[in-house]
C-alpha cells in the first residue's frame, strides 16, 4: 500500500533562466517537523491491527490507502524554485525519505510478526474448535447408544413384570385352591366326628329304650297278674285301654319330640351353612384386599415411570440449557466482534474527517496553483489542456468520494440497526432465562409435591398394614367365636337329648339360645365394622385416586408450558436465522460494491500513470529526479504486490470465515433438527402418558362398576339372610309355643291319670269291699256297675274330645304331622269297637290266660291288642243264691290260678 507524505518535491531551475519567473512557494509546511505525517502512521497501524484482529471479514471498512494514492499524484506537484535553495533541500529531503523508509521497513516487520501470530491463533482456534465438533459427535453417539441400551433394558423390565405378575396371580389362584381344600377337610372332619357322635348317643338311646322296655314288660307282666287277682276284669280292662292310650300319646309327643329334633338339626344345617357363606365372604374380601394392594403397587410403578419421563425431561432441559450458554456464548462473541467493528468505524471517521481537513488544504493548495496556473498558461499552453482534463478527473474523484461517504453513512446505520437487534436478542435472551429460572421454580415445586403425594402414599400403605392386621385379629376373633358356637351347638345337641328331662333343661335350652342370639348379635355388629372399614378404605383410595389425577393435570400443565416456551424460542431462532441472513445479503452486495471500486481504482491509478508519463515528457527538466522517482515508483510496487497479498490473505480468510460460517449454519441447523426431535419426542411421551393414563381411568372406572355391582349383590345377599333369620326366629317361636302347650297337655295328662289311679283304688276297695259282701249288696253293685259305665262313657267322650283338639292342632301345625295323624285314628276306632263288643259279650277268662298282653322282638312300637270281655246280666231275685255261689267258685278258682303261676 501506498502511504501519503507530507513532503514536496524541488525541482531544479531551467536552463532558459529568462523565461522563468520564479515565485516563492509557502515553505511553511515542507520544513516543518512530522507532526502531521505521525498520527497518520500510527491510526493506520492501529486500523491494521484491529483488522487483523477481527475474527469476522470487515466487509463495511473501506480501505484508506486508496483514496489517497490520488492524494499522492497531486501532492507531488513541482513547483519552481531558486537555485541558491536547492542543494540545502535536496539534502534535507533525503536525510528525510531514508528515516521515512527506515520506519516503513520497521512498520512492516511489525505488521508482518503481528500477522504471523494472529494466523497462529486462528489455526489454534480452528483446532479446537474441530476437538470440540469432534468430541461433541462422539457425545452424541455415546447418548444415542445409551438411549438404545436403556431403551432395551426398559423392555426387559417390563417383560420381567409381565411374568411376575403371572407368577403372582398363578400363586394367589394355587393358595386360593388350597385354602378351600383345607377348609372342606376341616369341615369333612367336623361332619364325621358329629356323626360318630350322633351314632353312639342313638346306640346309648337304643340301650336305654330298651332296658325301659324290659322293664316295662316285666312291670307288664306284674300288672297283668295283679289284675287277674282282681275281680272286675272291666275295670282292669277300661284301666288297660286307659294305659293304652296314654302309651299312644306318648308316642304322638315322642313324634312330636323327633319332629323337633329334625327342625333344630335343620337350623344347624343353616346356621353352618351361614357360617361357610361368611367364610367365603371373607376369603372374597381377602381377595379385594388383595386386588387393592396390587392395583397400588401398579400405580407406584406408574409414579416411578413418571419420575423417570421427569428425570428425562430435566435431563432434556439441562441439555437444552447448555445449547442456550453455548449460543449465549457466540452471541457474546459476535457483540464483542460488533463492539470491535463500531470501535473501527469510529476510528474510520476521525481519519475520514482528518483526510477531509486534508482535502481541505489540498483544496487552498489547488487554488494557489490554479493562479500560478493561470499565470502561466500563456508559456504553458500544451501543459493547460492537460491540467483541464485533470481537473475534471479531480471532480470525478470527489464525486466518488462523496458516494463513498454516503455509502459509509449508510453503513454506519445499518450497524447501528444491528447494534439494536443486538440488543433486543439480549433482552430476549435475558427474558428466556428469567422463563427457564421460573419453570426451575416450578420444577421444584412439582418435586416438592410429588415428595408429598409419596409421603401420603407411604402412609397410606402403612394404614392398609394396620388393617391388615386388624384384619387378622379379627379373623382370629371370628375362629374362637365358631369354636364358642360349635360348643353351644353340641351343647345344644346334648340339651336337645335331655328335653324328655322336664322343665330345668327346657330354661337350659333357653338360656343357651339367648346366648347364640347374643353372639349372633355380636357377629352381625363386627360385620358391619368391618363394612364400615371396607368403605373407609374405599374413601382413602379414592382420595389417593383424587391427589394422582391433581398431579398428572400439572404435569400436563407444566408440558404444555414448556411446548409453549420451546414454540417461542423456536420462531425467535427463525427470525434471527432470516435477520442473519439479510446481513449477509447486505455484506455481499457491499462486497461486489468494494469490488467494483477497487477495479475503478485501478483503472484511475492507471491513467494517472499515463499522466504521470505525459509530465515526465513535457518537464524535461526533471530528468535527474527520474531514476529516484523510478525508484519510489518500484518501492511502491513492491508496496502494491505486498497490499495485494494481503488482500488476498484478507480474501482467503473471508473465504474461510465464510466457510466456517456456514459450518456454523450446519450446526445450527443440526441444533434446530435436534429440537425438533426432542419436541417430537416430548409429543410422542405426552400422547403415550396420556394413553396409559386413559387406560388406568378406564380400568379404574370397571373396578368400580365391579366393586359397586358386588356390593349390590352382597346387600342383597345380607337381606336375603336376614329374612331368613327371621323366619328361623318365627319358626323356633311357634315350635317353642307348642312346646309349652305340649307340656301343658301332658301335665294335664299326667293328673288325669292320678285320677284314675286314684279311681282304680277304690275301685279296688270297693271291689273288696263287694267280696265281703257279695250276699247283701247285689243291688248296689248293680248300681255301681252302672255308675261305673256311666263314668267309662264319659272318660271315653272326654278321650275323644282331646283326640279331636290335638288332631285340630296338629293339621293346623305342618304337613308332617298331618302324615302321623293316619295310624293314630285306627286304634281308637277299634277301642270304640271293642268297647261295643265288650257290652253285648260276656267274659271269658280262659281269653285273658291264653292271649299274651306283651311282644318283644320288633313289635315293640306296635298297638296293643284290644281285650274283648262277655259281661252277662244278673239273674233274677229268685235265683240269686246259685248265681252267688258260681260267682264264688270262680273267684276261687282265679286265686289258685294265679297261685299257681306264681
Avoid at 445449547?323 to 471517521?349: H, M, N, P, V, Y
Avoid at 372399614?533 to 404435569?555: D, H, M, P, W
Wanted: proline residues 2%.
Amino acid at each position: 500500500m501506498e502511504r501519503a507524505f507530507n513532503f514536496k518535491l524541488l525541482v531544479p531551475p531551467r536552463t532558459n533562466l529568462g523565461q522563468v519567473s520564479a515565485v516563492k512557494p509557502q515553505d511553511s509546511r515542507l520544513f516543518e517537523d512530522n507532526s502531521s505525517f505521525k498520527p497518520l502512521i500510527q491510526s493506520y497501524t492501529k486500523c491494521f491491527d484491529t483488522e487483523a484482529s477481527l475474527p469476522f471479514s470487515n466487509t463495511n471498512m473501506v480501505l484508506p490507502t486508496k483514496p489517497q494514492r490520488a492524494e499522492v499524484t497531486k501532492k507531488i506537484a513541482v513547483m519552481p524554485m531558486e537555485k541558491e535553495e536547492g542543494t540545502l533541500r535536496c539534502s534535507q529531503l533525503y536525510s528525510k525519505l531514508f528515516e521515512e523508509a527506515e520506519k516503513i521497513k520497521s512498520w512492516k516487520l511489525k505488521t508482518e510478526s503481528e500477522i504471523l501470530q494472529k494466523d497462529r491463533k486462528l489455526q489454534e482456534n480452528r483446532r479446537t474448535i474441530e476437538t470440540q465438533r469432534k468430541a461433541i459427535q462422539e457425545l452424541q453417539f455415546g447418548n444415542e447408544s445409551l438411549s438404545m441400551k436403556l431403551e432395551e433394558r426398559l423392555n426387559e423390565n417390563e417383560d420381567l413384570r409381565n411374568k411376575n405378575n403371572a407368577t403372582r396371580n398363578l400363586c394367589n389362584i394355587l393358595k386360593d385352591t388350597f385354602e378351600r381344600s383345607t377348609e372342606k377337610m376341616g369341615l369333612y372332619e367336623s361332619e364325621r366326628e358329629e356323626t360318630h357322635g350322633l351314632f353312639m348317643q342313638n346306640l346309648e338311646d337304643i340301650q336305654r329304650m330298651v332296658a325301659a322296655f324290659e322293664s316295662l314288660r316285666l312291670k307288664a307282666e306284674a300288672d297283668q297278674l295283679e289284675m287277674l287277682k282282681e275281680l272286675q276284669h272291666e275295670l282292669l280292662q277300661n284301666s288297660k285301654q286307659e294305659q293304652d292310650k296314654l302309651e299312644e300319646k306318648l308316642n304322638k309327643a315322642d313324634q312330636i319330640q323327633q319332629e323337633t329334633e329334625k327342625h333344630q338339626k335343620a337350623l344347624a344345617n343353616l346356621l353352618e351353612q351361614t357360617k361357610e357363606n361368611y367364610a367365603v365372604k371373607l376369603q372374597e374380601r381377602d381377595a379385594k384386599l388383595l386386588e387393592v394392594n396390587n392395583i397400588k403397587e401398579q400405580m407406584t410403578h406408574k409414579l416411578e415411570e413418571m419420575k423417570m419421563a421427569v428425570e428425562s425431561l430435566h435431563c432434556s432441559l439441562k441439555s437444552e440449557k447448555q445449547r442456550a450458554q453455548d449460543l449465549e456464548s457466540k452471541l457474546g462473541l459476535i457483540s464483542e466482534g460488533l463492539d470491535k467493528k463500531d470501535t473501527e468505524l469510529g476510528q474510520i471517521a476521525a481519519e475520514k474527517e482528518e483526510q477531509d481537513n486534508q482535502i481541505h488544504t489540498l483544496k487552498q493548495e489547488l487554488d494557489t496553483k490554479s493562479n500560478a496556473l493561470e499565470s502561466l498558461e500563456d508559456k504553458i499552453k500544451t501543459d493547460g489542456d492537460k491540467i483541464l482534463q485533470l481537473i475534471t478527473e479531480h471532480k470525478n474523484k470527489q464525486a466518488q468520494i462523496n458516494e463513498l461517504k454516503e455509502q459509509l453513512k449508510i453503513a454506519s446505520t445499518e450497524n447501528k440497526n444491528m447494534v439494536v437487534t443486538l440488543e433486543e436478542i439480549t433482552n430476549e435472551q435475558k427474558q428466556i432465562k428469567e422463563l427457564v429460572f421460573e419453570k426451575e421454580i416450578k420444577l421444584k415445586d412439582i418435586e416438592g409435591k410429588l415428595a408429598e403425594a409419596l409421603k401420603n402414599e407411604r402412609q397410606s400403605s402403612t394404614n392398609i398394614q394396620r388393617l391388615k392386621k386388624e384384619l387378622n385379629q379379627q379373623k382370629e376373633m371370628y375362629k374362637d367365636l365358631l369354636e364358642r358356637f360349635n360348643q353351644l351347638q353340641l351343647q345344644k345337641d346334648a340339651v336337645q337329648e335331655q328335653v324328655d328331662g322336664g322343665s330345668t333343661e327346657t330354661r337350659v335350652l333357653e338360656y343357651c339360645l339367648k346366648e347364640t342370639k347374643e353372639n349372633e348379635g355380636k357377629l352381625k355388629m363386627e360385620v358391619e365394622r368391618l363394612e364400615l372399614e371396607k368403605q373407609q378404605l374405599e374413601t382413602q383410595v379414592e382420595v389417593l385416586g383424587a391427589n394422582i389425577e391433581e398431579q398428572r393435570q400439572e404435569i400436563e400443565k407444566f408440558q404444555k408450558q414448556l411446548k409453549d416456551s420451546s414454540k417461542s424460542t423456536h420462531s425467535e431462532l427463525m427470525k434471527k436465522e432470516r435477520q442473519i441472513k439479510a446481513q449477509e445479503l447486505k455484506m455481499t452486495n457491499m462486497k461486489t460494491k468494494l469490488e467494483t471500486k477497487t477495479k475503478e481504482l485501478d483503472e484511475s491509478l492507471k491513467e494517472n500513470k499515463t499522466m504521470k508519463k505525459q509530465m515526465t515528457l513535457d518537464n524535461e527538466k526533471l530528468f535527474q529526479f527520474e531514476d529516484e522517482l523510478t525508484k519510489l515508483k518500484e518501492e511502491s510496487k513492491k508496496h502494491k504486490k505486498h497490499h495485494d497479498e494481503e488482500l488476498r490473505k484478507v480474501c482467503s480468510e473471508l473465504k474461510d470465515k465464510s466457510a466456517s460460517e456456514a459450518q456454523l449454519l450446519l450446526e445450527v441447523q443440526d441444533l434446530k433438527q435436534s429440537a425438533v426431535n426432542a419436541v417430537k419426542s416430548k409429543e410422542d411421551t405426552e400422547i403415550k402418558c396420556q394413553q396409559k393414563i386413559s387406560d388406568m381411568v378406564a380400568l379404574m372406572e370397571r373396578h368400580k362398576h365391579e366393586y359397586d355391582k358386588m356390593v349390590e349383590e352382597k346387600d342383597a345377599e345380607l337381606n336375603e339372610k336376614r329374612i331368613r333369620e327371621a323366619e328361623v326366629n318365627t319358626n323356633k317361636i311357634s315350635l317353642e309355643l307348642e312346646l309349652s302347650h305340649l307340656q301343658i297337655e301332658n301335665g294335664h295328662l299326667k293328673q288325669q291319670l292320678e285320677k284314675v289311679k286314684m279311681e282304680k283304688e277304690k275301685i279296688r276297695q270297693e271291689v273288696e269291699e263287694l267280696t265281703r259282701m257279695q250276699t247283701s249288696q247285689n243291688s248296689s253293685f248293680m248300681e255301681k256297675e252302672e255308675h261305673l259305665e256311666k263314668e267309662i262313657q264319659s272318660l271315653k267322650k272326654q278321650i275323644e274330645s282331646l283326640e279331636k283338639e290335638k288332631a285340630q292342632k296338629i293339621s293346623k301345625g305342618t304337613a308332617k304331622k298331618k302324615s302321623c295323624e293316619t295310624p293314630n285314628k285306627v286304634p281308637a276306632c277299634a277301642i270304640s269297637d271293642a268297647s261295643k263288643k265288650a257290652l253285648t259279650t260276656p267274659l271269658k277268662l280262659g281269653d285273658l290266660l291264653q292271649t299274651p298282653t306283651w311282644t318283644m322282638g320288633p313289635k315293640i312300637g306296635a298297638t296293643p291288642r284290644i281285650k274283648s270281655f262277655r259281661v252277662r246280666t244278673p239273674p233274677s231275685t229268685e235265683n240269686s243264691a246259685p248265681w252267688r255261689k258260681t260267682l264264688w267258685h270262680s273267684t276261687q278258682s282265679l286265686m289258685a290260678q294265679s297261685k299257681m303261676i306264681y
